[in-house]
């Protein structure tokens, strides 16, 4: 027998991980297999681990947990073994929707019913999955009016009514039923709280194909109006309009889980979110949003390679090819792949020149790799083709701002940092970076003040923002109240050499000359830039010397 795998090894990686199978190994021993797999479920490898608990699994078949471990992973791992592990388990929520899909795929339509109704309805997740499942079940045996009548009770819940309307109008979609359907669909998109890209793509083929195109683009340019990597979405979308989103019953149920699994994530559930999406693609494997719902759970999660690879199989003539590909742009970036991040950024943009969202990502790749005069003409370009900038667009000129300030330009980066500003006050980030940018050449200083604590009273914990308070106190002479905010700021970010320098700075003024000292060499110990420690240093070479540490060069920088 094998000992079970570790609680919280199995809670951090069983139930969000997705890759594409391996070949299986070859194990020395069943139990080299066990400790194998055991490992590699740790570190999120998860073909490795669920062939090493296959292998153990075949090798002593009697032990119940080592059969319900090998059974998740084989799930989160889309392997057929999956099926046939369901069959010898316990009856549970998971071995139970296991089964039915398996006669989802057989086209068994009434043993799936079955299968569904017996799934728990008390609250939770089942209780909102079940009802979904057993409608599409009725409808793939040609039952539409018995899966509104299971779905209609439904729809009295304010909290779940979108969803349970949205899925009968694609029932009644799929029967032919367009005066229903559209009814519907109307009723789902007001129960929204805006337009996602799933729900515009359904209502934008729904308005083609019932002869409406120019309604069907209308909600596709609404869409793109949101922008971010959203507004890619509106050619792919276009080009499909005149299919059908959910084509059958089958891709009725997939669509269920992806629903249930956008649900879970937004009530922070992501370990079921996940195995709810791999259910999903097991039924539906070219479900996009469902790859990318998936992968924005793992990016979400810090694991961007398995990230990367939910979105792998998503071709480029995808309806969402484009947003897919943006995507991947950037997680390639964040696994360090520079190369191929950057050509893969570049040629979106190339592709979608009147979009500003992918030469926004193109600027913060460069911005992020120091690269600052690169971002400020990519951040020129998706400026140039904003609309009539609106608050939701400060980021765009915070981001600008920043580059330019960094490549030595700061007439227009200070009107761009304005600019964020006028269009939405109350940034704490824009409030704080262009406050203490004044503070650094010591001008506007009352002005500086009152932006800074203005960010401080927004986010009171934030250290950067209460040591730019205590540096535009320091600047303007008040060196008591600079040591009381630069104390506090030290507090909150303790570990930070450039805070503690300016503490120092403080207590020099202050006229206590010891901590200042004291606060200087504390800081070098806590490796600062090289700049900075240059600065540092000089100060101590100051006082060593008996002169002025604090002359404007050395002074709050």
């Known amino acids: 027998m094998f000992p079970l795998f570790r609680r919280a090894a199995l809670a951090a990686s069983l139930f969000a991980a997705f890759a594409a199978p391996a070949n299986a190994a070859v194990w020395s021993s069943p139990f080299a297999a066990y400790l194998t797999g055991r ?17 153990a699994l075949a090798a002593d078949p009697a032990v119940p947990e080592l059969r319900q471990q090998a059974f998740l992973l084989a799930v989160l791992d889309g392997r057929q073994e999956a099926a046939r592990l369901a069959l010898s388990l316990p009856d549970g929520p998971i071995p139970r929707l296991v089964r039915a899909d398996a006669e989802v795929r057989a086209g068994h339509w009434d043993a799936a019913e079955q299968l569904y109704a017996g799934l728990p309805a008390a609250p939770g997740f089942t209780a909102i999955l079940r009802p979904l499942l057993i409608a599409w079940a009725q409808q793939g045996q040609g039952h539409t009016d018995a899966a509104l009548a299971t779905l209609q009770p439904l729809m009295q819940n304010p909290d779940l009514r979108a969803i349970f309307e949205l899925h009968a109008a694609l ?27 799933r729900l515009a793509q359904m209502l934008a083929s729904f308005q083609a194909r019932s002869g409406h195109p120019e309604a069907g683009l209308a909600i596709l340019r609404r869409l793109s109006r949101q922008g971010g990597d959203v507004s890619l979405a509106g050619r792919g979308l276009e080009r499909a309009m005149a299919r059908p989103v959910v084509a059958d019953a089958r891709e009725g149920v997939a669509e269920s889980y992806l629903a249930i699994a956008a649900l879970l994530r937004q009530q922070n559930a992501s370990d079921f979110a996940g195995l709810m999406l791999q259910l999903a693609l097991d039924l539906r494997p070219d479900l996009s949003a469902a790859r990318m719902l998936l992968a924005d759970i793992q990016a979400g999660r810090g694991r961007n390679g398995l990230a990367l690879a939910a979105l ?9 090819g484009a947003v897919v590909a943006l995507r991947r742009g950037m997680l390639l970036a964040a696994l360090g792949r520079t190369q191929e991040a950057e050509a893969t950024l570049v040629a979106v943009a190339r592709d979608y020149p009147d979009q500003p969202g992918p030469f ?31 608050a939701s667009d400060w980021p765009l000129f915070f981001a600008r701002g ?13 009107a761009d940092l304005r600019h964020a500003l006028a269009l939405s006050p109350d940034q704490p980030d824009v409030l704080n970076y262009l406050g203490y940018s004044w503070v650094v050449q010591n001008r506007n200083l009352d002005e500086a003040r009152d932006m800074i604590r203005r960010a401080v009273d927004l986010v009171p914990n934030n250290g950067a ?35 503690g320098s300016h503490l120092g700075d403080a207590y020099w003024a202050a006229g206590r000359h010891p901590d200042a000292e004291t606060e200087w060499r504390r800081a070098l110990v806590l490796h600062p830039e090289p700049a900075d420690r240059a600065k540092i240093e000089a100060k101590l070479e100051h006082v060593a010397k008996g002169g002025d540490p604090l002359t404007p060069d050395l002074l709050v920088q």
Do not use: M
């Not at 029932?171 to 890209?197: K, M, V």
């Not at 792998?312 to 309806?319: E, F, H, K, R």
């Open 39 to 55: 490992h590699a479920a740790v570190v999120d490898d998860l073909d490795t681990a669920t062939d090493g608990l296959l292998a």
């Open 171 to 197: 029932i009644l979609d799929q029967a032919h039923r367009a005066p229903e359907a559209g009814r519907l669909y109307a009723q789902a998109e007001t129960e929204y709280s805006g337009l996602n890209i």
């Open 312 to 320: 792998q199989p998503v071709p480029a003539d995808d309806s969402l």
């Open 360 to 390: 926004a990502q193109l600027g913060d790749f460069y911005r992020v790799r120091g690269r600052f005069e690169d971002a400020a003409v990519a951040y020129d370009k998706a400026i140039a083709h904003l609309p009539t900038p609106i």
């Open 402 to 414: 920043v580059s330019l300030d960094r490549a030595h330009r700061w007439d227009r980066a200070e």
């Open 465 to 499: 923002y209460v040591d730019s308070l205590g540096c535009a106190l320091l600047r303007q002479g008040d060196a008591d109240g600079a040591v009381t905010w630069l104390l506090r700021a030290v507090e909150l970010q303790p570990e930070d050499p450039t805070i």
